[in-house]
């Protein structure tokens, strides 16, 4: 099945097709203006960035805070919207996306994870990562599987019926992803995921991040300020007061 030129499928976990792995990359942002009104002020946000990411890439933005990176994942994901410029998600043109559309790229689409987990604190880990499904209309023997085989994948399936306060940063960390991976999205967006976790944590946060182009086909964006992090991704853009820094892209810091 697909929703705007997007692929996605409603069974096992297992990798996606793409729709043309050659000509066309999961995202491209050109000339990308966001600016807000402050006050009488008007503050930008990004300046003119450009960006393609291509298929199962693992990809990071790199940048202190208040440089941009959350702001255009925000973009990416639909959870805001450019000022001026075209954003394309899978070769198709997103200018013309209700909230509804967005809405819906989300829930089968797009898998988002945060520095704040936001589970659930009086539901298990599986009925947290089963979620997204009950709310998009899904149940079932099927539903189940899914959960579990996500679990599994994250390392948690032996954790899935303890509560978030049971459960340490890192695995509360790992069941947000097992929710963000559930509805098997072909482009996932991670906002500092290992900011509240301490440095091993972390590692073995961007690490899982890291097999997931390689297992599932899944295209990874990571929005970041650790070098460390950064240094995993197969390219790296570096953002400075909203702009795209000369050179980014490369994966060598």
Same mark, same amino acid.
């Given at each position: 099945?697909?929703?705007?030129?997007?692929?996605?499928?409603?069974?096992?976990?297992?990798?996606?097709?793409?729709?043309?792995?050659?000509?066309?990359?999961?995202?491209?942002?050109?000339? @990308?203006?966001?600016?807000?009104?402050?006050?009488?002020? @008007?503050?930008?946000?990004?300046?003119?960035?450009?960006?393609?990411?291509?298929?199962? /890439? *693992? !990809?990071?933005?790199?940048?202190?805070?208040?440089?941009?990176?959350?702001?255009?994942?925000?973009?990416? &994901?639909?959870?805001?919207?450019?000022?001026?410029?075209?954003?394309?998600?899978?070769?198709?043109?997103?200018?013309?996306?209700?909230?509804?559309?967005?809405?819906?790229?989300?829930?089968? !689409?797009? &898998?988002?994870? *945060?520095? +704040? *987990?936001?589970?659930?604190?009086?539901?298990?880990?599986? /009925?947290?990562?089963?979620?997204?499904?009950?709310?998009?209309?899904?149940?079932?023997?099927?539903?189940?599987?899914?959960?579990?085989?996500?679990?599994?994948?994250? &390392?948690?399936?032996?954790?899935?019926?303890?509560?978030?306060?049971?459960?340490?940063?890192?695995?509360?960390?790992?069941?947000? @992803?097992?929710?963000?991976?559930?509805?098997?999205?072909?482009?996932?967006? +991670?906002?500092?995921?290992?900011?509240?976790?301490?440095?091993?944590?972390?590692? /073995?946060? @961007?690490?899982?991040?890291?097999?997931?182009?390689?297992? *599932?086909?899944?295209?990874?964006?990571?929005?970041?300020?650790?070098?460390?992090?950064?240094?995993?991704?197969?390219?790296?853009?570096?953002?400075?007061?909203?702009?795209?820094?000369?050179?980014?892209?490369?994966?060598?810091?």
């Amino acid at each position: 099945m697909s929703h705007g030129g997007l692929w996605y499928t409603s069974d096992a976990l297992v990798p996606m097709p793409y729709a043309d792995e050659t000509s066309r990359g999961v995202v491209k942002l050109d000339h @990308i203006y966001k600016q807000y009104a402050q006050g009488r002020a @008007i503050v930008t946000a990004l300046r003119d960035v450009c960006l393609e990411v291509g298929p199962g /890439e *693992f !990809c990071a933005l790199m940048g202190p805070s208040g440089c941009g990176k959350s702001t255009l994942l925000n973009l990416i &994901g639909g959870l805001d919207h450019p000022t001026e410029g075209t954003l394309a998600l899978d070769g198709r043109s997103t200018a013309d996306f209700s909230d509804a559309d967005w809405t819906k790229l989300r829930r089968e !689409c797009i &898998g988002l994870v *945060f520095q +704040a *987990f936001h589970l659930l604190p009086g539901l298990s880990a599986a /009925e947290n990562v089963a979620l997204p499904l009950l709310l998009s209309g899904h149940g079932g023997r099927r539903t189940g599987q899914r959960v579990v085989d996500c679990l599994d994948a994250v &390392g948690m399936r032996r954790r899935a019926h303890h509560r978030p306060g049971e459960l340490s940063g890192g695995e509360q960390q790992r069941v947000a @992803i097992a929710r963000a991976l559930v509805h098997q999205p072909k482009l996932l967006l +991670a906002d500092e995921p290992t900011g509240n976790l301490d440095s091993t944590q972390g590692a /073995e946060i @961007i690490a899982l991040l890291r097999s997931l182009p390689r297992r *599932f086909g899944t295209t990874v964006i990571v929005a970041t300020h650790s070098r460390e992090a950064a240094q995993q991704a197969d390219t790296v853009h570096g953002l400075r007061d909203g702009c795209l820094e000369s050179g980014a892209g490369s994966a060598t810091l």
